[in-house]
T-cell receptor, first 114, second 112 residues
Framework: NAGVTQTPKFQVLKTGQSMTLQCAQD?????MYWYRQDPGMGLRLIYY???????DKGEVPNGYNVSRLNKREFSLRLESAAPSQTSVYFC?????????????FGQGTRLTVV | DAKTTQPNSMESNEEEPVHLPCNHS???????IHWYRQLPSQGPEYVIH???SNVNNRMASLAIAEDRKSSTLILHRATLRDAAVYYC?????????????FGAGTTVTVRA
């Protein structure tokens, strides 16, 4: 049982390049999330998908797009990377339903934009 | 969103209990108290959550003040593996977005 898998684990981009961060979960969870964590800071929600076919903006959506490809996969795209997007990106999933089910996080993608 | 206040850091000796405080004086009646922790170079992991009553699980205990304006996460016997950043988070159970607002958390150091 792999849980939440993120690829790649590390990436270096040049300013203006684009890339897609991949996330897949094998727990049959309905909801998926993308967070970013800047050095020494807490996590901030970028986008989330409450269920397959829906996506919504979080706290810091500018510069990102997402796709909920199917129930398992939720990708995050940077169309034109900027140095300010240097961060660690975490994907999470959660079983919908129940008042407060826990979220499961991936290991993170460490992105550097130069 | 109601905010939480935690100490920046705490130290403990191995095998001793750790009490991590969290203040949330503006908590609303529909806010659950969640605790997550983040081990070095890893994603956060769920620890425990509660609403009004004290809660126990295999990882920790959560003690919630009667007025709910504060809570304490208790690690009963710290191990080196418990060295992590611990986040106290409030989440309105009515919300669908699971917008966990992670602050800076408390960095726990465990001495061997």
């Amino acid at each position: 049982n792999a849980g939440v898998t993120q690829t790649p684990k590390f990436q270096v981009l040049k300013t203006g390049q684009s890339m897609t961060l991949q996330c897949a979960q094998d727990m049959n969870h309905n909801s998926m999330y993308w967070y970013r964590q800047d050095p020494g800071m807490g996590l901030r929600l970028i986008y989330y998908s409450a269920s397959e076919g829906t996506t919504d903006k979080g706290e810091v959506p500018n510069g990102y797009n997402v796709s909920r490809l199917n129930k398992r996969e939720f990708s995050l795209r940077l169309e034109s990377a900027a140095p300010s997007q240097t961060s660690v990106y975490f994907c999470a999933s959660r079983k919908k339903g129940g008042l407060n089910t826990e979220a499961f996080f991936g290991q993170g993608t460490r992105l550097t934009v130069v | 969103d109601a905010k939480t206040t935690q100490p920046n850091s705490m130290e403990s000796n191995e095998e001793e209990p750790v009490h991590l405080p969290c203040n949330h004086s503006t908590i609303s009646g529909t806010d659950y108290i969640h605790w997550y922790r983040q081990l070095p170079s890893q994603g956060p992991e769920y620890v425990i959550h509660g609403l009004t009553s004290n809660v126990n699980n295999r990882m920790a205990s959560l003690a919630i003040a009667e007025d709910r304006k504060s809570s304490t996460l208790i690690l009963h016997r710290a191990t080196l593996r418990d060295a992590a950043v611990y986040y106290c988070i409030l989440r309105d159970w009515r919300s669908n977005d699971y917008k966990l607002s992670f602050g800076a958390g408390t960095t726990v150091t465990v001495r061997a």
